[in-house]
């Protein structure tokens, strides 16, 4: 499963002005109150924690004070070939800035090389308008340009891939699903059928292991209508999705609630599960593809009043 | 004045891959044998507080699944740290200390397995100038251990040493994922893995859960004949930008071992959050810990490092020294952060 989300976040005014800086091909320090520059500037003194506000310009090239090398570069990183990630001291700095260096081979890289910044083509006041840095030596880097307007926001993407998996209670459900079966387990100590089963009866805290098959079919104990419309919804609002309480479960489950008008669904309202067509099921939850009124009178109240 | 000692403590096997991001299978096991290591029932713990993380799980919230281990029913009074369950336990020390609860059960989970976990904690720099450029956590342990070897504080065959003395303890350790026999020799003749790191100086990406027992004054007594007294507890951070600290030394443990009272040549045994050899190394001169000093006799995270219990089984494993006899003053260490940025010391003693 991958999950990614573009973090948008606002700069104060130090990052500001290093981020607008950036845009122009400059790289910004601070200096800080015991009159040390560093670079990349601190918004707080490390000593004092006072804010810090003296900017003064560094570099372009500076000196690897320890350095580590990567053969196989992970997703994101400033290189997709080997190269050194670097702790670099800039010329007129006195702390050092991390940044990855592309030395082309391991034996290049060394405490004390000489470095110089490689620009990205098109520098928009980000940290990754460095590129990366590289060896002193060849061309010198891209001029300073002016005319940048003020970098007042950064957005990063965060991108992250997870391997979830599926506990022996869960595996169970899902291979009943499957075979067009609600497969619950009953707490042994206080005798609750959930579904899905889950690792542990939430109110005793003890694993669950009896198996239970529970009908497709149950009571609407709370619901609500979606009027919101979101990116990658399924169904053009508005729409309900209630809390369904299967016959003989004692803990409901969410589910869509189709074939009648929103307006119609009610607590007490008694449906029934509508299955996919049977060769699209497999082992997931999607099987069922919603519920409908089932047509039968609604459930009293009290049938459901302790499982709201 | 409150006295607050560890009473109980248990821990999941570190493996490769365990139970699923919930924490719920590992953590079932765990509050059974803590609790009955106590005499205690869930229903006489009055404080639970706890530590995970979302970026581990892949989850947000994940935390809340795990509450089903409890049985949080009649409900139950609950905390929450983003952070290695060491800090989960300073929360419950203080709740202690303040006499609102007598009781509290700490747990940590994590399953680093789910994701690449040197890449999931690149997330934990800074969001502006770091994590952007996906710096992951191997690679900055290697800057520091090269810092450290530039300037002479060890040699690779002394990170390779530390490795070899983990991996012969850890023979002892049932709950360790990693131990073995080699010699530093051996260790030394592996290619690196983000040089000078080799694997033996790397902990292994492990899944776990660990929980300890804390209780007040007379109820600690009542519950152990002898309880691991908490004497001093302390964490300090030092600055998060990687650039500005000097790597070879860790300021912020010296900061906490002093707040807490640890005196490096009076402590019995000591285990070191150390998730890289040469950190071990930098935290004894930081603690400044006597030659006679048993260090990480558990074999040490080097052999077990399951996250965000790992720091709290360190507690929780000095502190069955003194439980136990073995010891009368001991130091559990837990970090957290890049490269030993963040650090914590809870001292312990029989009496």
Known sequence: MEIGFDYTRSLGPVLSRFMTAL?????????????????????????????????????????????????????????????????????????????????????????????????????????????????IGGAAPASPRSGVDPVTMVTTPIHLRYRHTTSIEESRYLRGLAEGKLIGQRCPACGKVYVPPRGACPTCGVPTVDDVELPDRGTVTTFCVVNVPFPGQRIPPPYVVAYVLLDGADIPMQHLI??????????????????????????????????QPSGEPDAPFDSYAQHL | MIDVAVVGFAQSPCLPSAGTTSGVELLVPVFQEVLASTGLAKQDIDFWCSGSSDYLAGRAFSFVNAVDAIGAYPPVAESHVEMD????????????????????????????????????????????????????????????????????????????????????????????????????????????????????????????????????????????ARPAWITGFAHNVDSPALGVRDLTSVPSASAAATAAGLRGDEVDAVELHAPFSHQEILLATALGLGDAVRVNPSGGVLCGNPMFSAGLSRIGLAAEHVMSGRADRVAGHATSGPALQQNLVCVMEGA
């Open chain 1, 258 to 291: 189709l074939g009648c008008r929103p307006d119609e669904v009610r607590m007490g309202m008694r449906v029934a599960a509508v299955w996919r067509p049977r060769e699209q099921w497999g082992t997931t939850p999607q099987n069922i593809d919603h519920f």
């Open chain 1, 23 to 135: 845009a122009e091909r400059r790289i910004l320090g601070c200096r800080g109150s015991d009159g040390r520059v560093h670079a990349p500037p601190l918004e707080y003194d490390p000593v004092t924690y006072a804010p810090l506000t003296e900017l003064v310009e560094v570099g372009p090239a500076g000196t690897v004070v320890t350095w580590t090398w990567l053969d196989r570069p992970l997703d994101g990183q400033p290189l997709d070939r080997p190269f050194g990630w670097a702790l670099i001291r800039l010329d007129g700095a006195d702390t050092a800035m991390l940044h990855a260096v592309d030395a082309g081979t391991k034996d290049q890289m060394r405490t004390g090389m000489r470095v110089q910044v490689r620009w990205a083509p098109e520098p928009v006041g980000h940290i990754r308008d460095v590129a990366c840095f590289e060896p």
């Open chain 2, 85 to 224: 369950a060491a800090w989960a336990l300073y929360e419950a020390y203080v709740k202690l200390l303040t006499g609102e609860a007598r009781t509290a059960l700490v747990y940590g989970f994590g399953k680093s397995s789910a994701g690449q976990l040197r890449r999931v904690l690149a997330l934990q720099l800074d969001p502006y100038l770091h994590a952007p450029l996906w710096p992951d956590s191997v690679s900055i342990a290697a800057l520091q251990a090269r810092a450290g070897l530039d300037a002479g504080r060890y040699t690779e065959r002394e990170m390779a040493e530390v490795a070899a003395r983990s991996r012969t303890a850890a023979l002892g350790n049932p709950k360790a994922q990693v131990s073995g026999t080699d010699t530093a020799d051996d260790l030394l003749a592996a290619p690196y893995v983000a040089d000078p790191l080799r694997a033996h100086d790397c902990a292994p990406v492990g899944d776990g859960a660990a929980a300890v027992v804390l209780a007040a004054g007379d109820e600690a007594r009542r519950l152990r």
